[in-house]
């Protein structure tokens, strides 16, 4: 990876990680209960619909297809994948991209692509959070 390319990624997400701070911290000023990924409350989510929203195509359908474990679960780390499926062939590269959903709001995520197959495209987010 070129340097230009690693140090623009690096501040792109650290600008996302910044707003997405500032706007979990306005929500709990408001006293309101802001939604906190777990592979316990993700796994709630399974088979719902998503919307992805894309710079350039627009928002697209998608749906939580299945949330991973590792072989090893480490006791003072909560680690998860979220498995997520759109149909056809989206044009989706890793980076970060603002997520909907009707009961969580507006979040932002960082999706991997995973493969294409006859039944659509899959993206994947992975999560490490302690414990």
């Given at each position: 990876m070129k340097r230009r390319i690693f140090l623009k990624s690096a501040s792109a997400t650290l600008a996302m990680g910044g707003l997405g701070l500032h706007a979990v911290l306005a929500t709990a000023a408001d006293g309101a209960d802001a939604f906190a990924w777990s592979r316990a409350r993700a796994d709630t989510l399974v088979g719902q619909s998503f919307w992805l929203n894309h710079p350039e195509s627009g928002a697209m359908a998608v749906t939580l297809a299945a949330v991973l474990a590792p072989a090893r679960l480490d006791p003072h780390l909560d680690q998860f994948s979220l498995v997520f499926r759109a149909a056809g062939k989206?044009?989706?590269?890793?980076?970060?991209?603002?997520?909907?959903?009707?009961?969580i709001g507006r979040f932002a995520l960082h999706l991997t692509p995973a493969g294409v197959d006859a039944n659509g495209a899959s993206f994947r987010s992975d999560f490490t959070l302690l414990t």
């Open positions: 989206p044009l989706v590269v890793d980076g970060i991209y603002d997520m909907d959903h009707p009961a």
